[in-house]
């Protein structure tokens, strides 16, 4: 399966996962998701639509936002508000796009976010790596510092290719 045709299913499987599912009780035996989620289905809709002249595409990491919609961030540098909308065909709406930028003004390779309490977007940047907390507003206000062992290795000079002499 080509990627292109992979990712948006798997982000509409994603986005379903996070709706109300019945009771566990209620859920059969041989269910693929945890026994509180329910999938009806999915939708690749979301990535062929556009917002702002943008398209919606590219969407890595979903969470849960504080008003009930759902905080999606991009490959392509931005952070998109959905919209679920439960049903027989349950559809997913970008209804706002927050452009996002490392301190410089650097795009990002936006990969996963969290909301947090105070709803403030935690994103973090596969290619730098790093984890950047943003106001809700898309200005960043800390870079987390990255564990030792998550750097990314600075490269040794080049390798000779000459035997060692005696």
């Known amino acids: 399966m080509r990627l292109r045709t992979l990712l948006p299913a798997t982000v509409a ?17 041989d269910h693929v998701c945890s026994p509180c989620m329910s999938v009806a ?3 690749d809709a979301l990535d062929k639509a556009t917002l702002d002249g943008k398209l919606v595409g590219g969407i890595s990491g979903l969470a849960l936002d504080r008003d009930g919609t759902v905080a999606a961030v991009s490959d392509k540098s931005a952070l998109y508000r959905l919209k679920v909308a439960s049903g ?3 559809t997913a709406t970008a209804t706002a796009r927050l452009p996002l930028a490392d301190g ?10 969290v909301v947090d309490r105070d709803g403030s977007y935690l994103v973090t940047d596969e290619t730098a790596p790093a984890i950047r907390r943003y ?11 990255v564990p030792p062992a998550f750097r990314i290795a600075r490269r040794a000079g080049p390798r000779s290719t000459r035997p060692s002499s005696p």
Not at 17 to 28: E, K
Not at 139 to 144: D, N
């Open 135 to 145: 106001l809700r507003t898309g200005r960043v206000v800390v870079e987390l510092p």
């Open 104 to 113: 410089t003004g650097k795009v990002l390779d936006s990969e996963g976010v």
């Open 13 to 29: 499987t994603a986005v379903l996962c996070m709706l109300p599912a019945p009771t566990a009780a209620a859920v059969p035996g």
């Open 41 to 43: 289905g999915f939708s």
């Open 88 to 90: 027989r065909t349950p």
